[in-house]
């Protein structure tokens, strides 16, 4: 039935294509048409034009398929014919045959594919030309019965190294896991019951797999990749008849965690994906990286596969090659990382929501970025099974969130942000006295029931008493006196409400709603970091380098040579820098100091603490808090160190001081000069 009506459908298109056609077009007419029906994938209608016998010795369906096999296989597109002339001997127009040469050129896989060629017409018995159709016209020296073959020549994926060269991501070694049809035996039911709870897939998802159409009884069915070191998920696997183990290649993250969301991790591209970059040089068993540094360089890593593009006789050995590619390895990507101190970071943060960014505050290199919790990159190579997908999505503490890419309300570490604005515009006196009696103050009346509240009463409040004493009084005071357009206008410049440009996307530092602070109180408690102020953490690392760059913020980098670049430029006088830069120092050097505890006799280290409270209103008592430390190691060192650290829920454990001993790990690590061990496996 499914014949007799093709049948009909193209004689009634033979009569259709007839009737339409006042004056019967020449050859090259014909061409033309039929090789815009070729590029819109149109076979059907392409049959129309062909002779009789050339129908006889194909049907429609065998034609259709022929054209969609070889041609969607070698993804041939941007298809175009140029033609010459008809062949000598061939001119006269009204001879029952014509030969036309053309040139045929398409885009495909392994590039672009051109071949001279000719097309011969024979006018049918109505006088229209018909084209004398065979396979050659097709792909040159295919004849009827050799098939087109597409072989993938696969390249390797560049590596990432950090800046010492140890590998951060690279080619590795898994397990897949599979069935060999053929030895499944007797219980058949059984086994793939039992490999369906093993492998988390199931039964009808492997008996698809097993009923595809290249599947023999001896081929080996891929169905799962495992780690290799699985040993027990393993051993269980092989009690089940049919099933095979083999070593496959996997993309392999060594320092799994520790580096995961800066690494992120590679999938096998997708439909939609590759639909987007069609033309690109992707294929349906293309990587392509999903998040992180793998996603960020994807250009610089991605391999480009080689093809080759065959006429294969019925025997099954190539007759030739029609085109051939040339596989292209993906290039290296070498980041500024020190995974060392990346590793010591991140076990600090261990057990904990939080983040920590580390930077040379000289050059800008940046040195670590770290997030807590984290997942295993491998995890998403294998491919997570359904429940410990549930595990990873669902678990509150956020795995997949990269902590470092978000903004935060940063507490009394914006402390020293608004010093060095005031000193700079010329508001803020480092030497007066800013009298204030009791642990509370407020403006005037005009504030209603609302004070700014601090923590620790003493005899001189200067700004080097108020930085190690930590007083929120004397930084509130000393915004209000600077007013919200300077101080506003002093955020703005340094980069406020812009996007720092790194290779990560970051979200933007803000301040206030919509770009304002909307009230005098609002202002006393932005200066302190409360209020509707929020840091990104690489930004205020990039801030703090301003104090030992004289008053410039170095801009970040994470890879090539951007060596002492600034970001912004002069944000701070040079005076204002060295003032807030001593004060620092006094936070960590002096016995009352809220940092004493990071003092080192080996080096000398500039720090602030910061406990953000996370609330609802003044009144609320169940709120939580955010801890920080930011420090520097920038004298009498060749390896100066900025880090910043961020821990979430630090309430009752000690505030900021649970964080500094934990950023105190890096910079030990770092500074003395222990190299310690690269943990890896692999």
Same mark, same amino acid.
């Given at each position: 039935?499914?014949?007799?009506?093709?049948?009909?459908?193209?004689?009634?298109?033979?009569?259709?294509?007839?009737?339409?056609?006042?004056?019967?077009?020449?050859?090259?007419?014909?061409?033309?048409?039929?090789?815009?029906?070729?590029?819109?994938?149109?076979?059907?209608?392409?049959?129309?034009?062909?002779?009789?016998?050339?129908?006889?010795?194909?049907?429609?369906?065998?034609?259709?398929?022929?054209?969609?096999?070889?041609?969607?296989?070698?993804?041939?597109?941007?298809?175009?014919?140029?033609?010459?002339?008809?062949?000598?001997?061939?001119?006269?127009?009204?001879?029952?045959?014509?030969?036309?040469?053309?040139?045929?050129?398409?885009?495909?896989?392994?590039?672009?594919?051109?071949?001279?060629?000719?097309?011969?017409?024979?006018?049918?018995?109505?006088?229209?030309?018909?084209?004398?159709?065979?396979?050659?016209?097709?792909?040159?020296?295919?004849?009827?019965?050799?098939?087109?073959?597409?072989?993938?020549?696969?390249?390797?994926?560049?590596?990432?190294?950090?800046?010492?060269?140890?590998?951060?991501?690279?080619?590795?070694?898994?397990?897949?896991?599979?069935?060999?049809?053929?030895?499944?035996?007797?219980?058949?039911?059984?086994?793939?019951?039992?490999?369906?709870?093993?492998?988390?897939?199931?039964?009808?998802?492997?008996?698809?797999?097993?009923?595809?159409?290249?599947?023999?009884?001896?081929?080996?069915?891929?169905?799962?990749?495992?780690?290799?070191?699985?040993?027990?998920?393993?051993?269980?696997?092989?009690?089940?008849?049919?099933?095979?183990?083999?070593?496959?290649?996997?993309?392999?993250?060594?320092?799994?965690?520790?580096?995961?969301?800066?690494?992120?991790?590679?999938?096998?591209?997708?439909?939609?994906?590759?639909?987007?970059?069609?033309?690109?040089?992707?294929?349906?068993?293309?990587?392509?990286?999903?998040?992180?540094?793998?996603?960020?360089?994807?250009?610089?890593?991605?391999?480009?596969?080689?093809?080759?593009?065959?006429?294969?006789?019925?025997?099954?050995?190539?007759?030739?090659?029609?085109?051939?590619?040339?596989?292209?390895?993906?290039?290296?990507?070498?980041?500024?990382?020190?995974?060392?101190?990346?590793?010591?970071?991140?076990?600090?943060?261990?057990?904990?929501?939080?983040?920590?960014?580390?930077?040379?505050?000289?050059?800008?290199?940046?040195?670590?970025?770290?997030?807590?919790?984290?997942?295993?990159?491998?995890?998403?190579?294998?491919?997570?099974?359904?429940?410990?997908?549930?595990?990873?999505?669902?678990?509150?503490?956020?795995?997949?969130?990269?902590?470092?890419?978000?903004?935060?309300?940063?507490?009394?570490?914006?402390?020293?942000?608004?010093?060095?604005?005031?000193?700079?515009?010329?508001?803020?006196?480092?030497?007066?006295?800013?009298?204030?009696?009791?642990?509370?103050?407020?403006?005037?009346?005009?504030?209603?029931?609302?004070?700014?509240?601090?923590?620790?009463?003493?005899?001189?409040?200067?700004?080097?008493?108020? $930085?190690?004493? *930590?007083?929120?009084?004397? /930084?509130? #005071?000393?915004? &209000?006196?600077?007013? +919200?357009? !300077?101080? @506003?206008?002093?955020?703005?410049?340094?980069?406020?409400?812009?996007?720092?440009?790194?290779?990560?996307?970051?979200?933007?530092?803000?301040?206030?709603?919509?770009?304002?602070?909307?009230?005098?109180?609002?202002?006393?408690?932005?200066?302190?970091?409360?209020?509707?102020?929020?840091?990104?953490?690489?930004?205020?690392?990039?801030?703090?380098?301003?104090?030992?760059?004289?008053?410039?913020?170095?801009?970040?980098? $994470?890879?090539? *040579?951007?060596?002492?670049? /600034?970001? #912004?430029?002069? &944000?701070?006088?040079? +005076?204002? !820098?060295? @003032?807030?830069?001593?004060?620092?120092?006094?936070?960590?050097?002096?016995?009352?100091?809220?940092?004493?505890?990071?003092?080192?006799?080996?080096?000398?280290?500039?720090?602030?603490?910061?406990?953000?409270?996370?609330?609802?209103?003044?009144?609320?008592?169940?709120?939580?808090?955010?801890?920080?430390?930011?420090?520097?190691?920038?004298?009498?060192?060749?390896?100066?160190?900025?880090?910043?650290?961020?821990?979430?829920?630090?309430?009752?454990?000690?505030?900021?001081?649970?964080?500094?001993?934990?950023?105190?790990?890096?910079?030990?690590?770092?500074?003395?000069?222990?190299?310690?061990?690269?943990?890896?496996?692999?």
């Amino acid at each position: 039935m499914k014949r007799l009506w093709t049948a009909a459908v193209l004689a009634f298109g033979l009569v259709f294509l007839a009737g339409c056609r006042e004056k019967k077009p020449e050859p090259e007419e014909l061409l033309t048409e039929y090789i815009d029906l070729l590029n819109e994938e149109k076979y059907e209608e392409m049959y129309a034009y062909l002779t009789e016998e050339a129908r006889a010795s194909i049907d429609q369906e065998a034609y259709v398929e022929r054209y969609q096999n070889i041609y969607g296989g070698i993804e041939a597109v941007n298809i175009r014919a140029d033609i010459e002339e008809r062949e000598e001997g061939h001119k006269d127009k009204n001879a029952v045959t014509q030969r036309v040469k053309y040139s045929l050129t398409m885009e495909t896989l392994a590039g672009e594919l051109s071949f001279d060629t000719v097309a011969i017409f024979t006018k049918d018995e109505d006088g229209f030309y018909k084209m004398s159709w065979d396979s050659q016209d097709i792909l040159p020296g295919l004849y009827t019965g050799d098939k087109v073959r597409v072989k993938t020549i696969q390249a390797r994926r560049g590596n990432i190294y950090d800046r010492n060269q140890t590998t951060l991501a690279r080619e590795g070694t898994a397990s897949s896991v599979g069935l060999v049809p053929g030895k499944l035996g007797e219980n058949r039911e059984e086994s793939l019951a039992s490999l369906s709870e093993l492998l988390e897939i199931s039964v009808e998802r492997i008996e698809k797999e097993l009923n595809a159409g290249w599947v023999r009884d001896d081929t080996f069915v891929p169905l799962r990749t495992v780690s290799k070191d699985n040993y027990e998920l393993k051993e269980q696997l092989l009690m089940i008849s049919g099933v095979m183990i083999t070593d496959t290649t996997v993309r392999y993250y060594p320092f799994k965690e520790k580096a995961a969301q800066l690494t992120g991790y590679v999938q096998n591209i997708t439909a939609e994906e590759l639909e987007e970059r069609r033309g690109q040089g992707y294929n349906r068993n293309s990587q392509i990286g999903k998040a992180g540094a793998e996603r960020i360089y994807e250009e610089i890593l991605r391999p480009r596969d080689g093809y080759s593009i065959q006429i294969i006789d019925q025997n099954g050995d190539v007759k030739s090659v029609v085109l051939e590619k040339p596989a292209e390895d993906g290039r290296d990507v070498v980041l500024t990382v020190d995974i060392i101190l990346q590793q010591h970071l991140y076990q600090e943060l261990e057990g904990d929501e939080g983040c920590a960014v580390a930077i040379d505050p000289r050059s800008g290199a940046v040195l670590a970025m770290a997030s807590a919790p984290a997942y295993d990159p491998n995890d998403f190579v294998m491919g997570y099974t359904s429940s410990a997908w549930d595990a990873v999505n669902n678990d509150e503490a956020q795995p997949l969130y990269n902590r470092y890419l978000a903004s935060w309300v940063p507490g009394s570490v914006f402390k020293p942000v608004t010093a060095a604005l005031g000193l700079t515009n010329g508001s803020l006196d480092p030497d007066e006295d800013v009298k204030n009696e009791g642990l509370s103050w407020q403006k005037d009346e005009s504030w209603g029931s609302y004070e700014v509240t601090t923590l620790v009463d003493y005899p001189v409040k200067n700004l080097e008493s108020a $930085l190690i004493y *930590s007083d929120n009084i004397y /930084f509130a #005071k000393a915004a &209000v006196n600077m007013g +919200e357009e !300077a101080f @506003t206008k002093g955020l703005d410049s340094l980069g406020f409400g812009e996007e720092l440009e790194f290779d990560f996307a970051l979200k933007a530092s803000s301040y206030g709603s919509e770009g304002r602070i909307g009230s005098e109180t609002e202002l006393a408690d932005s200066a302190y970091g409360q209020g509707k102020i929020l840091v990104n953490p690489l930004h205020l690392a990039s801030i703090y380098s301003a104090f030992v760059n004289e008053g410039n913020m170095v801009k970040p980098y $994470l890879s090539g *040579s951007e060596e002492g670049k /600034f970001w #912004k430029e002069n &944000v701070f006088t040079q +005076e204002a !820098a060295a @003032t807030v830069l001593n004060g620092l120092y006094q936070v960590v050097e002096h016995p009352e100091g809220t940092a004493h505890e990071a003092c080192r006799s080996e080096y000398r280290l500039a720090g602030k603490t910061g406990t953000a409270e996370i609330k609802d209103s003044k009144e609320d008592t169940n709120g939580t808090e955010l801890g920080w430390f930011a420090g520097i190691s920038g004298a009498d060192t060749d390896k100066p160190l900025l880090i910043v650290m961020m821990i979430e829920d630090v309430k009752g454990r000690g505030g900021s001081h649970y964080v500094i001993p934990k950023a105190m790990a890096g910079f030990d690590v770092y500074n003395k000069g222990e190299e310690g061990e690269t943990e890896y496996e692999g």
